[in-house]
T-cell receptor
């Protein structure tokens, strides 16, 4: 079942700009993860944030989590053309292992 | 590590034929997942295994779908008989424990004509 819902569905920016994607979910979670999918490829894990964390950084990525609003955001700073991909949030429920994915945000970064 | 290996990468088959998709998870990972991705429905969890045992197969759409994991290094997803609406990209993913992210394979693009 799908739980996460990303917003916007599509985003187009220029190189050097920041990209922000949002994710909302419906039920309690254990953790929330973000994945990237390049066209025709599998998903690649980017970052995981636990339900008791509010913010996490990894390189040019910054993820926030607001469990009271059941939402998360992914910020990619100083974007590059190579960041062009679809980005998915995924959640797992307490006691569960399986991840539920949203439908993703399609990011286009133009030179 | 070569990552999660799926085969074949592409499969085109006629309606009614049996299709078998294969997956080799990362050595040491004790959980394995099969997902299906379509434009309309996004990523859907079909089934997952923990320590080779099927834990949740509620996502398997019909009895035409079956999955096995005979050992820790191999899993199959079988569709018999296949139908055009089964056309999708099927992904296998594995991970260890309950920390960190999944590692996905490159997927099998299935087209049923």
């Amino acid at each position: 079942s799908q739980q996460g819902e990303e917003d916007p569905q599509a985003l187009s920016i220029q190189e050097g700009e920041n990209a922000t994607m949002n994710c909302s979910y419906k039920t309690s979670i254990n953790n929330l993860q973000w994945y990237r999918q390049n066209s025709g490829r599998g998903l690649v894990h980017l970052i995981l944030i636990r339900s008791n964390e509010r913010e996490k950084h990894s390189g040019r990525l910054r993820v926030t989590l607001d469990t009271s609003k059941k939402s998360s955001s992914l910020l990619i700073t100083a974007s590059r053309a190579a960041d062009t991909a679809s980005y998915f949030c995924a959640t797992d429920e307490p006691g569960g292992y399986a991840l539920n994915f949203g439908k993703g945000t399609s990011l286009l970064v133009t030179p | 590590d070569a990552g999660v290996i799926q085969s074949p990468r592409h499969e085109v088959t006629e309606m009614g034929q049996e299709v078998t998709l294969r997956c080799k998870p990362i050595s040491g990972h004790n959980s394995l997942f099969w997902y299906r991705q379509t434009m309309m429905r996004g990523l859907e969890l079909l089934i997952y295994f923990n320590n080779n045992v099927p834990i949740d197969d509620s996502g398997m759409p019909e009895d035409r779908f079956s999955a096995k994991m005979p050992n820790a290094s191999f899993s199959t997803l079988k569709i018999q008989p296949s139908e055009p609406r089964d056309s999708a990209v099927y992904f296998c993913a594995s991970f260890f424990g309950n920390r960190g992210g999944y590692t996905f394979g490159s997927g099998t693009r299935l087209t049923v004509v």
